[in-house]
T-cell receptor
């Protein structure tokens, strides 16, 4: 019930391409959906987040698309750059403020 | 602000020894979270505090694990006795509750624990 399923596990994209990472959840009580970016040896850092009353949020090259009825949300990275190479985690927060994380996607952007 | 501070950054110990991990949250934040990250299990929430009070410790794997938050600026996660399967990166995160606003969890750099 608390799971957040993330795919793909790894993704290789050419520089300038679009990276798309998908997540799905079951618990309709989740009220906040952040994406975290983690570089090797560092802690996760918030990248972008969305609330379920919004279908899309864009910040620079990063966009979250949210489909409440399908209980799915995705991260799109436009014009992907080698510096975007990192592990990306989707997450969902419940009313108790606990975050449940997806399993992560290792993104590699080739120069 | 210096962000969430964790110490030590790396810890190598032998099985059976006591390990204490430390965390200083961002000043003014009222929530503090302890996570464990492994390749096999990903990021797992162990325990979290609100205003220094433990709210949910259901993620703590065993009685060998304990966490305290004696004041708003300091928390510890203790493992006694440690076992090789406890080897992982342990993260501390903090957040500030904002009325009618979403809050953000800020993560520390983590402590990489290796139990031999």
């Amino acid at each position: 019930q608390q799971q957040v399923k993330q795919s793909p596990q790894s993704l290789i994209v050419q520089k300038g391409g679009i990276s798309i990472i998908n997540c799905a959840y079951e618990n309709t009580a989740f009220d906040y959906f952040p994406w975290y970016q983690q570089f090797p040896g560092k802690g996760p850092a918030l990248l972008i987040a969305i609330r379920p009353d919004v279908s899309e949020k864009k910040e620079g090259r990063f966009t979250i698309s949210f489909n409440k009825s399908a209980k799915q949300f995705s991260l799109h990275i436009m014009d992907s750059q080698p510096g975007d190479s990192a592990t990306y985690f989707c997450a969902a927060r419940d009313s108790a403020r606990q975050l449940t994380f997806g399993s992560g996607t290792q993104l590699t952007v080739l120069p | 602000d210096a962000g969430v501070i964790q110490s030590p950054r790396h810890e190598v110990t032998e099985m059976g020894q006591e390990v204490t991990l430390r965390c200083k949250p961002i000043s003014g934040h009222d929530y503090l979270f302890w996570y464990r990250q492994t390749m096999m299990r990903g990021l797992e929430l162990l325990i979290y505090f609100n205003n220094n009070v433990p709210i949910d410790d259901s993620g703590m794997p065993e009685d060998r694990f304990s966490a305290k938050m004696p004041n708003a600026s300091f928390s510890t996660l203790k493992i006694q006795p440690s076992e090789p399967r406890d080897s992982a990166v342990y993260f501390c995160a903090s957040s500030l509750t904002l009325t009618r606003r979403v809050d953000t969890q800020y993560f520390g750099p983590g402590t990489r624990l290796t139990v031999l």
